[in-house]
């Protein structure tokens, strides 16, 4: 391995550590200002709105990146004169996935084992669970049983393996089963 490639390894380390202890110090201050969020909570997307209190957030659940919660509409002082806005709580149930670049509006609520995909807006509350929702506005795709079938053929994984080690799993291994859309 030569000298650039080793150092960039060596900062990857370094990176990865940090960011698990700067997401420990980020979980102290999201509860500090009123969120509650349970155990095993990965976020890489900011946990912040305007009113943090109105956040809620179960056991082990993953936030992907440029995931956005509202917890607001102050499109109402458009309408009416008197009001600046309507508040909604989001709860977010057990073991859910939030895909990148989700948003989810004012007042919804998901149930446990949903899986957000990708770009989806949810606008309203699945609070039945053990569903995948994706799209804008969000609707059920599968049930996570269905989805689970569907996965089966494409699993791999790489937990713990080094990015070079990735790569030569991902790129030298015949038996990895790549999604083809």
Not at 32 to 46: A, C, E, L
Not at 49 to 60: D, K
Not at 159 to 165: A, V
């Amino acid at each position: 391995m030569d000298s650039i490639a080793l150092l960039m390894k060596k900062l990857f380390y370094r990176v990865t550590r940090n960011k698990e202890k700067l997401m420990k110090i980020e979980l102290a201050y999201y509860k500090s200002i009123g969120i509650k969020i349970g155990d095993n909570v990965r976020f890489f997307s900011p946990l912040l709105t305007s009113e943090p209190y109105l956040l809620e957030f179960g056991n082990n659940i993953t936030i992907s990146t440029n995931v956005t919660f509202i917890t607001h509409d102050n499109s109402v002082t458009k309408i009416y004169s008197e009001a600046t806005d309507i508040f909604g709580k989001i709860n977010i149930g057990d073991n859910n996935f939030i895909g990148h670049g989700s948003i989810i509006l004012p007042g919804v609520t998901l149930g446990d084992n949903v899986i957000v995909g990708a770009g989806s807006v949810v606008t309203k509350s699945f609070p039945y669970g053990n569903i995948v929702i994706a799209g804008n506005p969000a609707k059920i795709i599968c049930s996570t049983e269905e989805y689970a079938k569907k996965a089966k053929p494409f699993l791999c994984n790489t937990l713990g393996m080094s990015t070079e080690e990735k790569k030569s799993y991902l790129l030298q291994n015949d038996k990895v089963k790549f999604l083809n859309k």
